[in-house]
């Protein structure tokens, strides 16, 4: 009943000393830590190499997986079949995503791109700022960690909007759903924040038809996946006016690339996918938890579910 782990991100000393903690009797190994193959039956992954889980791991029962989005493992066409994929649910992972969701939307609000231009200058130009509630941000996916950001922004004042594959009730959030939805809820969003998961259907949802609903001069902060959008369309809506600035967590290709135009650009903001990372302190407990489930004969809590992609 071992449980094999597999990151190049997030840190393995870490993760066992945390399992060991909070599943003492589920023996952990690294990937290349040699043991038998055979006694695995739980996978805690990020970006696993294709093909491997399924070659290796005769007896695997759930795959869990490190980060939020399971996109990273349906990538894998030979997944072992018919077993749970587990989304990573946990509190601190949420945390840092309003951290970063907070920070940037706050950013843009504050004009402090603007503000750092004219301090470089060494220019001295006084105006008056808005306050939040003159500011309508919305939040594309409405899921665990797109309404913990609402709820952040809702305490910090903001006017806020939401939208999301099914209907959402969320008090204070004017909320659309639906391909049908979307420009409604676009017309008024000046900092348009995107959570998504990236599946069939969200691939490329960013992209010029969208960013021309928004009001001229908007905001956007992708913390979802690259593959939600289209970079061309980003380059050219931020040199149009259109967008006035776009800050990226994510990218279609990872690392992003040396030449590509994102890291030079004046009104780019450029992170290394880090807005949101389950810490082993907190998140080892929520897949203890869930395998003492499994051990019950229950099923596994946060199961992703493959028919809509995440
Ligand atoms: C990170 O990208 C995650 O899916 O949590």
Known sequence: MTLIFKSNVDSWPAWRTALEDAAPDVPCRNWDDPGDDAAVEYALVWKPPVGELRRRFPNLKTIFSLGAGVDHLLVDPDLPAGIPIVRMVEPELTRGMVEYVALHVLRYHRETPL????????EWREMATPTAPKRRVGIMGLGVIGQDCLRVLSALGFALSGWSRTAKDISGVTCHHGRDGLANFLTEVEILVCVLPYTAATENILNRDLFAQLPRGAYLINVGRGGLQDEDDILAALDSGQLAGATLDVFRQEPLPEDHAFWAHPNVTVTPHN??????????????ANIERIRRGDAPLNIADLSEGY
């Open 115 to 122: 503000l750092e231009d004219q301090q470089r200058r060494r």
């Open 275 to 288: 807005a949101g990372t389950a810490q082993p302190w907190s998140a080892a407990g929520a897949v203890a």
